[in-house]
Structure formats: structure tokens, C-alpha cells
């Protein structure tokens, strides 16, 4: 009997792009497996920069307005959607991260018979609320440490702002602890230099919302994370909670890592691991 060759889509979160997937997707090649992670617009390979941050001009950054101010979460789900259809071998396993569980669910609504399997890494998955933004004011995110990051005003520059050139070690720390609390700074920072600036505000506030009918009929895994400072654990259980009473013919397989926001960086053999348990 042959082994199972699996299709991965990779999709990442705020601030991150294609490149924080390295690790994960050499790891299920070498295993035999198909894997690809995206650069969502905006980001990776496809940021455009404001001209303050290029220039390390820190004050004038913290009113530009962001260049990429327009983009939203149709046109992550578009982009999803394109490379879905690219990997024409069989259904594709979506795994998304943090935000990326927004654009998940809207891919699944779009294209639901080409996906296999929709996992949830850490991610937002709304469905009793509307938007990331939604459910960021819930008591359940009171411990979330990421918006101590935030450099600027949302309003103004069209974005949720960061800085990564910013080397003062309280504000490294700051972001190690929100983002990556169980690995080293040295560590870290092999994945901080790799962050964009700017997150786009209508990607976080739009409605990520899927139907019964196409979301929801699509087989979903989410991976908990414990120690995460980001999306806190009893955020994402009522998230889990409220997605299964919204399907309850099609429930959340579930699975739990003792990690940071980001286990991609701190237990990737783990991860893979979980990615392949049926």
C-alpha cells in the first residue's frame, strides 16, 4: 500500500509572509508530500513599503499612510484561491495562521470542493462575530500582548502598524513575548527580520464569515496553543465552541500543542507531526 501524498497550502498571518513557513513546508516535502506557502498581497515578496519606514525616518512612520492601505480580505481569498487552483494533483489541505484563518473560511466559502481539509493553526475563525477586530474586544483576549507592538494610528495610516528595524530590546522583547515567548531572541529574531510593517485595518474588520452550506461543510482540524500570548487559549476555545454548535454534523477535530502563538518556530517537528494525523 502506498503512502498517502498530501497537497499543504500554507497561508500566514498578520505582519508575517511565505518565508516563516520555510522550515514547515522543507519538513513535509522531504516526507514525501506536496507543500506551498503564499505570499498574501502586501506581503513577502509582494509588500510595497512606506517611504518613512525605508528611510528609518521613526516619526514621519508613525503617520504615513500605509501603501497598501486598499488591500482587503477579498483580495487574500482571490490570491488563495489562484494558487488553490494552481495545485491541480488533488484537494488541497488549507492550513492557516493566526489572521490567515480569515481568508481560510473565505476560501472554503469560494471553493470548498477543492479543498481536503481546513486547519486552524492559533487562527481566528469567526462565527457569531464578524471580524478579527470582533472578537479582539472579547474579555477572552484580555491577555493578548501583540497590540503592545502597534507603532501608530490605525486610523491615519489605513494600517496596523509595526516596526520591525526597531532594535531597542524592550520593544524585541516586546515582540518575542507577544509572538514567539517560547524561543530565544537569537531565535526570534531569525524570524522578526522577515516581519512586514504594515497589516492592511479592512483585512481585520471586514466580514470573515462562512455559511453552513460551504464552509461548513468542509472537514476542519484546529491546533490549540497553550501558551499563546496572541490569540489567547480561551479564545480560541470559544471560538472552536461557537463553530461547532454553528456545524454540529461537521465538528472541529481538535488538537493542542504546549506552544507560543507560533509553533512553526518552536516545535516544527511537532507541528508536522500533528499537520499528518488524520
Not at 128 to 147: F, H, I, V
Not at 196 to 218: H, I, Q, Y
Request: a negative charge; hydrophobic letters at 40%.
Amino acid at each position: 500500500m502506498g503512502v498517502l501524498i498530501m497537497d499543504f497550502l500554507f497561508v500566514h498571518g498578520a505582519w508575517h509572509s511565505s518565508a516563516h513557513w520555510n522550515d514547515i513546508v522543507g519538513r513535509l516535502v522531504a516526507a514525501g508530500h506536496r507543500a506551498f506557502a503564499i505570499d498574501l498581497p502586501g506581503s513577502g515578496i509582494n509588500a510595497a513599503y512606506p517611504q518613512s519606514y525605508l528611510r528609518n525616518d521613526f516619526a514621519a512612520f508613525a503617520t504615513e499612510p500605509s501603501p497598501i492601505a486598499n488591500i482587503g480580505l477579498a483580495d487574500y481569498t482571490n490570491a488563495v484561491v489562484d494558487q488553490v487552483k494552481k495545485m491541480a494533483h488533488g484537494k488541497v489541505t488549507l492550513v492557516g495562521h493566526s489572521m490567515g484563518g480569515l481568508t481560510i473560511t473565505r476560501v472554503a466559502e469560494a471553493v470548498p470542493e477543492l479543498l481536503e481539509r481546513l486547519v486552524y493553526l492559533s487562527a481566528y475563525v469567526p462565527v457569531r462575530l464578524a471580524s478579527a477586530n470582533d472578537y479582539s474586544q472579547l474579555p477572552e483576549n484580555k491577555p493578548g500582548m501583540s497590540g503592545a507592538l502597534v507603532v501608530a494610528d490605525p486610523v491615519a495610516t489605513g494600517a496596523v502598524r509595526i516596526n520591525p528595524r526597531n532594535g531597542d530590546p524592550e520593544y524585541v522583547e516586546q515582540g518575542r513575548l507577544a509572538l514567539y515567548n517560547d524561543v530565544s531572541t537569537a531565535e526570534y529574531l531569525k524570524y522578526a527580520v522577515a516581519f512586514n510593517p504594515d497589516l492592511p485595518v479592512r483585512v481585520g474588520v471586514e466580514d470573515a464569515r462562512g455559511t453552513v452550506d460551504r464552509w461548513g461543510k468542509v472537514p476542519r482540524t484546529y491546533i490549540r496553543t497553550t501558551e499563546d500570548h496572541t490569540v489567547p487559549p480561551a479564545l480560541q476555545d470559544r471560538m472552536i465552541l461557537e463553530a461547532d454548535a454553528a456545524t454540529p454534523h461537521n465538528k472541529f477535530v481538535v488538537h493542542t500543542l504546549p506552544s507560543s502563538h507560533s509553533s512553526f518556530a518552536s516545535m516544527p517537528g511537532r507541528l508536522v507531526s500533528t499537520l499528518l494525523h488524520r
